[in-house]
């Protein structure tokens, strides 16, 4: 079965760190690039990162450039995301999400989604 | 950056109707839209995708058109199912963008 699992949601003090990670399963990981989602509370889904199969090419949303940083471990079929200088504004469902487009470099739609992990920024 | 917009934000319909979501990009896209379904505490689910390739296991009522900048997701004969929020996206170029939402709720 095709599977993302997201891990490490916690709530975390304005100005903490925290790193998220995404299993998945059920796919050659290495073929595609990986997204990161987020949602905030009633809100809508907003974009936040791309990373491409290899790990050499990395694309960040211009809210959390320079504070997030997204990797993948392909030995461990794993996605991460480490997120410092956290905010208020950070506080969302986060999403990984598989690309379908196996190629180098090309956007595709988001075909595979996890079920997300909470991230709460709040003293 | 590519700015989507959705219209309506909010929709009311009854099973069995015919409805219809627009999504407009800012400037040009070609086809690079896709159009993902949300039901409340689930994730996202990609239902089309190229403005109008239906993913694999999606229902064939639902379809999409449109290229450049305009485009519709159709639903001809609501079910019950169906009621959820619905996403266009466009992914012609970074960073990928979602619309901002359209609320499928019964009538």
């Known amino acids: 079965e095709v599977q993302l699992v997201e891990s490490g949601g916690v709530v975390v003090q304005p100005g903490g760190s925290l790193r998220l990670s995404c299993a998945a399963s059920g796919f050659t990981f290495d073929d595609y690039a990986m997204h990161w989602v987020r949602q905030a509370p009633g809100k809508g889904l907003e974009w936040v990162s791309l990373i491409s199969w290899d790990g050499g090419s990395t694309y960040y949303a211009d809210s959390v450039k320079g504070r997030f940083t997204i990797s993948r471990d392909n030995s461990k079929n794993s996605l991460y995301l480490q997120m410092n200088s956290l905010r208020a504004e950070d506080t969302a469902l986060y999403y990984c999400a598989k690309d379908m487009v196996a190629v180098a470099g090309t956007l595709g739609a988001f075909d595979i989604w996890g079920q997300g992990t909470m991230v709460t920024v709040s003293s | 950056a590519i700015r989507m917009t959705q219209s309506p934000s909010s929709l009311s319909a009854s099973t069995g109707d015919r409805v219809t979501i627009t999504c407009r990009a800012s400037q040009g896209i070609s086809s690079y839209l896709a159009w993902y379904q949300q039901k409340p505490g689930k994730a996202p689910k990609l239902l089309i995708y190229?403005?109008?390739t239906l993913q694999s296991g999606v229902p064939s009522r639902f379809s999409g058109s449109g290229s450049g900048t305009d485009f519709t997701l159709t639903i001809s004969c609501l079910q019950s199912e169906d009621f959820a929020t619905y996403y266009c996206?466009?992914?012609?170029?970074?960073?990928?963008?979602f619309g901002q939402g359209t609320k499928l709720e019964i009538k």
């Open positions: 996206q466009q992914y012609y170029s970074y960073p990928p963008a």
């Open positions: 190229a403005a109008s």
